[in-house]
């Protein structure tokens, strides 16, 4: 298939409750990162930046508004921070912040992964060996039990090691929403990473079990209710 051009490589897909799903549609499910946008009153909430390839903000219309944007990594491998760089508000965990700062290809994961084999379709100009994640330092460390305030709504900051030491989900408790990175998501769970840790996943599972979720946005596929979210816990 023919190389895709950037205009054609985001879609934006929009949920209940002022969230959207942001996604590459032309990278391979497995790879393909899903990147949550939720707006709020007093500035709007993006978590993750996927592959980063094509600037996001000039080809994201709802990127480009006048509101202040906070941009906060689920976790930093290089599908998930690839754009961390166009914006001003960087927000990671503590323990994966000197990845988002130099974003090695061997610490992020790009050296394993990404090559032309996590296309549908590959985009113009893509070129393996020359891939690279900007450097994008963080403007603040998050920690376990920080909430994120957009004005009107309020996300607690969940520290979720396992599979990355510096993971973390976002649990919105007025709504029951979930942005849940690389954790958990509905299919093959990522345990042997570098570094991974089998026994902190099993610990972040079943703690995120325990939340009132209503749906969880993951970092890959499809969203999902809590039922079947309990689900892929036992089955863990």
């Known amino acids: 298939m023919a190389a895709i051009a950037?205009?054609?490589?985001?879609?934006v897909v929009?949920?209940?409750?002022?969230?959207?799903l942001i996604h590459e549609p032309w990278i391979e499910?497995?790879?393909?990162?899903?990147?949550?946008?939720?707006?709020?009153?007093?500035?709007?909430?993006?978590?993750?930046?996927?592959?980063?390839?094509?600037?996001?903000?000039?080809?994201?219309?709802?990127l480009r508004g006048g509101k202040p944007l906070v941009c906060v990594a689920s976790h930093a491998h290089f599908d998930h921070i690839g754009r961390h760089h166009e914006f001003e508000e960087r927000w990671i965990h503590a323990a994966e912040a000197e990845i988002l700062a130099d974003p090695r290809p061997e610490w992020t994961l790009a050296a394993g992964y990404a090559d032309g084999s996590?296309?549908?379709?590959?985009?113009?100009?893509?070129?393996?060996?020359?891939?690279?994640?900007?450097?994008?330092?963080a403007t603040r460390l998050l920690a376990d039990g920080d909430m994120?305030?957009?004005g009107d709504r309020k996300f607690t900051v969940?520290?979720?090691?396992?599979?990355?030491?510096?993971?973390?989900?976002?649990?919105?408790?007025?709504?029951?929403?979930?942005?849940a990175g690389?954790?958990?998501?509905?299919?093959?769970?990522?345990?042997?990473?570098f570094h991974s840790d089998l026994q902190a996943y099993r610990r972040s599972l079943q703690r995120l079990a325990g939340l009132p979720v209503s749906i969880v946005h993951g970092g890959h596929?499809?969203?999902?209710?809590?039922?079947?979210?309990?689900?892929?816990?036992?089955?863990?």
């Open 158 to 179: 969940i520290h979720t090691p396992g599979h990355s030491p510096g993971g973390i989900a976002l649990h919105e408790e007025a709504t029951g929403i979930l942005i």
């Open 29 to 62: 499910p497995f790879f393909r990162c899903n990147m949550w946008h939720v707006v709020g009153r007093d500035f709007d909430l993006l978590v993750d930046t996927g592959l980063g390839h094509f600037p996001l903000r000039a080809n994201v219309p709802m």
């Open 6 to 11: 950037e205009g054609d490589w985001y879609e």
């Open 14 to 20: 929009r949920f209940a409750d002022a969230v959207s």
């Open 182 to 193: 690389d954790i958990v998501y509905d299919g093959e769970l990522v345990t042997d990473t």
């Open 118 to 137: 996590m296309f549908i379709a590959p985009p113009e100009g893509w070129n393996t060996k020359a891939y690279r994640v900007k450097p994008a330092p």
């Open 148 to 150: 994120i305030d957009l």
């Open 221 to 236: 596929f499809a969203s999902f209710g809590r039922t079947r979210l309990r689900q892929i816990v036992e089955a863990f």
